[in-house]
């Protein structure tokens, strides 16, 4: 395996989608307060012009203490799915998102991964990009997307780039997986989840980095629905458990927790008392990670 920095074991990486597009430090600081240890690091997402994003990281990184900008989720790829603003939302983030050899170009030197959605990487020339400057990138991640046969569309694209000396490494996100089953129960989805994770993961862990995104948002169409404690109806904490078996044993070290927040929060960031809110949800997510064994 090609060797990049991670995180320490046990600890978490919190995507900047809560915060909207603007992505604004302030508001991080205030959802995330106190900032605390098991938290080691943000994934930002690659949108707006380059030098705003630049702007973004410096701001992170001069934070005292600094936050460590560890991955870019850059762009998803041309596809569509079954729900008209689905679809609307994947069209305006395709928009926004840095094109994907600026991304490249600008940012491989600055965080340990760069992250985009399968599809992205049937672009050839994003592929021949990739190729010709392998020695200069971090780990491209590539997460299995929204589409029906995107679990097996990730895997075969990470093995034929891997083949190609590319620093591929896989992301799972685990609300995509569970909607993979158009029909069935919270718990027979949720197994089928825990079922494809451990596949990859005795598959792929020797071979190269494997990370989990672990969406417990609002957005129902886009979060796995989480404890009960949190007063929604979801998976329960011996749930969790079974996933963090999984992960601890493939010692899997990139856990992301992305937390898309409702309609015009999710595009503007947390307004009026949103941002409380927040605060208090996410302490509770911490709480409820740390005794399923996610993070320490």
Known sequence: MFMIQLPPLGKLIVSSDSLGAPQNLDTFR???????????????????????????????????????????????????????????????????????????????????????????????????????????????????????????????????????????????????????????????RWNYVLQKTEEACNHFSKKIPIGVHLPFGLNRHDSVPIDKELGENGIALEDLLRLSEVLNEANVRIRVLENQQLRVDRVFGPRNGGVEKQRVRNAMILDLFSRAKLIW
């Open 30 to 188: 205030k959802v995330w307060e106190p900032l605390d240890q098991r938290i080691a690091g943000v994934e930002l997402l690659g949108i707006g012009s380059a030098s705003c994003l630049k702007d973004k990281i410096n701001d992170f990184k001069k934070e005292v203490p600094p936050v460590a900008v560890i991955g870019i989720h850059g762009r998803t790829g041309t596809i569509r799915t079954k729900r008209l603003e689905g679809n609307l939302v994947l069209l305006a983030a395709r928009i926004k998102f840095l094109e994907t050899k600026m991304l490249l170009q600008q940012f491989s030197s600055q965080v340990s991964y760069i992250l985009f959605h399968s599809p992205e990487l049937e672009n050839q020339q994003n592929v021949t990009y990739l190729l010709e400057h392998k020695e200069e990138l971090p780990c491209i991640m590539l997460e299995n997307h929204v589409l029906e046969e995107s679990w097996q569309h990730v895997q075969e694209t990470v093995a034929r780039l891997y083949d190609q000396g590319l620093p591929v490494g896989l992301m799972i996100d685990t609300a995509h997986l569970f909607f993979d089953l158009p029909r069935g129960s919270l718990q027979t």
